[in-house]
T-cell receptor, first 115, second 117 residues
Framework: AQSVTQPDIHITVSEGASLELRCNYS??????LFWYVQSPGQGLQLLLK??????LVQGIKGFEAEFKRSQSSFNLRKPSVHWSDAAEYFC?????????????FGSGTRLQVQP | NAGVMQNPRHLVRRRGQEARLRCSPV?????VYWYRQLPEEGLKFMVY????????ESGMPKERFSAEFPKEGPSILRIQQVVRGDSAAYFCASSPTGTEATNEKLFFGSGTQLSVL
């Protein structure tokens, strides 16, 4: 069965510092890959997704993610974090790609931003 | 994702009572997914419905839980005889119809927080 691992439960960074959130997936084939953000009391908002092609994907709010097949990873990055980025971030996969099978989510990484 | 409406935002029930959670998808969407988020965990898929049909309920507990998405009106997730372990945030997501109806185009609601006393 496919699985998604986010090794970091909680990360704290200073405002203006760079950020990298880790995500590893376990599956034989390359699934579709997503990053979502959840602000307190809110639903999930899609930051970016990877289906195929260029392994560096640009998303909203200045986020990007890089797919590395050899490492089965899809890490999320941002060069300079803003206080408003404090939220919970979820990596997710879907398989079969494009099918109606639901998303499988990681357990999330809670980001705290220090002034 | 502002288009998916869930109510109530918060629902408190005592053990043994019934909980009914409502989800109105984005206008024109006929595909609805329900997810459950336990504390400190990611979202777990429960059920996928199209209008008047349950397509995939592999993530739904076999007992006490049911879901429907009628031709008219919102999708309903119903939990009978709730227990404390049912306390969680329940999220609904919808996707558009036709050939674009894939899970890569999900719009999420803000969720219903169910608390069982």
């Amino acid at each position: 069965a496919q699985s998604v691992t986010q090794p970091d439960i909680h990360i704290t960074v200073s405002e203006g510092a760079s950020l990298e959130l880790r995500c590893n997936y376990s599956y034989g084939a390359t699934p579709y890959l997503f990053w979502y953000v959840q602000s307190p009391g809110q639903g999930l908002q899609l930051l970016l997704k990877y289906f195929s092609g260029d392994t560096l994907v640009q998303g909203i709010k200045g986020f990007e993610a890089e797919f590395k097949r050899s490492q089965s990873s899809f890490n999320l990055r941002k060069p300079s974090v803003h206080w408003s980025d404090a939220a919970e971030y979820f990596c997710a996969v879907s398989h079969p790609p494009g099918g109606r099978r639901a998303l499988t989510f990681g357990s999330g990484t809670r980001l705290q931003v220090q002034p | 994702n502002a288009g998916v409406m869930q109510n109530p935002r918060h629902l408190v029930r005592r053990r043994g009572q019934e909980a009914r959670l409502r989800c109105s998808p984005v206008k024109g969407h006929s595909h609805v997914y329900w997810y459950r988020q336990l504390p400190e965990e990611g979202l777990k898929f429960m059920v996928y419905l199209q209008k008047e049909n349950i397509i995939d309920e592999s993530g739904m507990p076999k007992e006490r839980f049911s879901a429907e998405f009628p031709k008219e009106g919102p999708s309903i997730l119903r939990i009978q005889q709730v227990v404390r372990g049912d306390s969680a945030a329940y999220f609904c997501a919808s996707s558009p119809t036709g050939t674009e109806a894939t899970n890569e185009k999900l719009f999420f609601g803000s969720g219903t927080q169910l608390s069982v006393l």
